[in-house]
């Protein structure tokens, strides 16, 4: 699965995409996001499955549509 890396410098900054890992479990992405990103002393570091991420388009969402 691949997963989208999110961190933060500091409380209250916006969350920057750092980057993606690749991982079989949300467990092994925690782990390779850390590995991999740790450079900074981030004050917060998360992982989205790419598989959770929802496109927004220029498409009107008719009906109050919500997933």
Request: proline share 1%; net charge negative.
């Amino acid at each position: 699965m691949k997963y989208h890396v999110f961190t933060r410098d500091n409380a209250g900054d916006d969350l920057i995409h750092a980057g993606m890992v690749t991982a079989d479990s949300d467990r092994l992405a925690r782990i390779y996001a850390h590995r991999t990103y740790d450079e900074e002393d981030w004050e917060f570091m998360g992982i989205v499955r790419e598989d959770n991420l929802i496109e927004v388009n220029e498409q009107p969402i008719a009906g109050g549509e919500t997933r």
